[in-house]
């Protein structure tokens, strides 16, 4: 099965200028971990997690509210193709230790591939969903 198949479609997005509160205002109105972070042009420039907001922002003292996403994002995002195999992702996020990967067709970014969206049994047979949790519980175990 592809990712395209799996993703959830249309991501939610913050831009690189907005500011650290507006962002994780996004994170929590969604319930996601992640947002992609783009430009003004809309390219994917890096990610930001609920775990970048904790320790690069907030625990290391910058105020959320005059703090840019730019400022505490994670750069150089780990992104798939939409047509890559849904096994395939998931040994990107086994080898790359993400639970969340952007997926791309064209260079355009068109949903996010979580490591829930591949076990969680969308029409996949038994092989492929034992498959996804032996690339997911070795990775916890490295």
């Given at each position: 099965?592809?990712?395209?198949?799996?993703?959830?479609g249309s991501p939610i997005t913050v831009d690189r200028e907005?500011?650290?509160?507006?962002?994780?205002?996004?994170?929590?109105?969604?319930?996601?971990?992640?947002?992609p972070v783009t430009s003004q042009g809309g390219k994917l420039?890096?990610?930001l997690t609920d775990r970048d907001i904790a320790?690069?922002?907030?625990?290391?003292?910058?105020?959320?509210?005059?703090?840019?996403?730019?400022t505490i994002m994670s750069t150089g995002a780990v992104t798939v193709p939409a047509e890559e195999s849904g096994l395939r992702?998931?040994?990107?996020?086994?080898?790359?230790?993400?639970r969340r990967l952007p997926v791309t067709e064209n260079g355009k970014l068109v949903g996010m591939l979580s490591q829930k969206?591949?076990?969680?049994?969308?029409s996949l047979d038994e092989d492929s969903i034992r498959a996804?949790?032996?690339v997911f519980d070795q990775d916890q175990n490295d």
């Open positions: 099965m592809q990712v395209k198949d799996l993703m959830s907005e500011t650290v509160s507006a962002a994780a205002r996004l994170l929590s109105r969604h319930n996601v971990g992640a947002l420039v890096g990610m320790v690069r922002c907030v625990a290391a003292n910058y105020d959320p509210n005059i703090t840019r996403v730019r992702a998931a040994k990107t996020m086994g080898k790359h230790q993400i969206d591949l076990i969680s049994g969308k996804f949790r032996e």
